[in-house]
């Protein structure tokens, strides 16, 4: 139990387009999900919390007009990173929690900008 | 602000012995944490989370708490080459959000 899938796993992207991440919880439902951002050989870092219904709650330092999130169902939250840029590369992770306790990670998204 | 410590290694051990991972939290008022484990590439998996003093076991694994030194820590008994990975301490806030250490190398040698 406890299933959380992204699309896509990867994707590579030119600079200046719009990228959308979708976060799915596949066997629970979700009021809460959370987008992360992985550099190389860092921890994560918290960019937003979403919750069902209701607009997002960034973190200090996340631009919320570059990075939209969406979270349209209790199964489904969307991060679309809007005119991206080389900088905007990361490893994008998604997590879940079925009690808002314990967080469960999707597989992360790699992406790319060129 | 929320600091959560974690000693970076790596941690080398030996097949078949015992690693021992190490956190620290700054915020006395932190009422439960998690450990993770994350393969290089992957995201992280949780292994368990605990958060009353004392000891929890769940297989091979035994967390720790202690909320008077404000230290928690993670065991991995009968250490498996598998288990070479960089494990995440974390701090549960009231918020539901986590607050992520930066992470321990283990590297079991076989």
């Known amino acids: 139990g406890a299933v959380v899938s992204q699309h896509p796993s990867w994707v590579i992207c030119k600079s200046g387009t719009s990228v959308k991440i979708e976060c799915r919880s596949l066997?629970?439902?979700?009021?809460?999900m959370f987008w992360y951002r992985q550099f190389p050989k860092q921890s994560l870092m918290l960019m937003a919390t979403?919750?069902?219904?209701?607009?997002?709650?960034?973190e200090q330092g996340v631009e919320k007009d570059k990075f939209l999130i969406n979270h349209a169902s209790l199964t489904l939250s969307t991060l679309t990173v809007t005119s991206a840029h080389p900088e905007d590369s990361s490893f994008y992770i998604c997590?879940?929690?079925?009690?808002?306790?314990?967080?469960?990670f999707g597989p992360g998204t790699r992406l790319t900008v060129t | 602000q929320k600091e959560v410590e974690q000693n970076s290694g790596p941690l080398s051990v030996p097949e078949g012995a015992i690693a021992s991972l190490n956190c620290t939290y700054s915020?006395?008022?932190?009422?439960?944490f998690f450990w993770y484990r994350q393969y290089s590439g992957k995201s992280p998996e949780l292994i368990m989370f605990i958060y009353s003093n004392g000891d929890k076991e769940d297989g091979r694994f035994t967390a720790q708490l202690n909320k008077a030194s404000q230290y928690v820590s993670l065991l991995i008994r009968d250490s498996q080459p598998s288990d070479s990975a960089t494990y995440l301490c974390?701090?549960?806030?009231?918020?539901?959000?986590?607050?992520f250490g930066a992470g321990t190398t283990v590297t079991v040698r076989a």
């Open positions: 066997d629970f439902q979700a009021t809460t």
């Open positions: 979403s919750n069902e219904g209701s607009k997002a709650t960034y």
């Open positions: 997590s879940a929690s079925p009690t808002g306790y314990e967080q469960y």
């Open positions: 915020d006395r008022g932190s009422q439960s």
């Open positions: 974390a701090d549960h806030s009231n918020d539901y959000k986590l607050s």
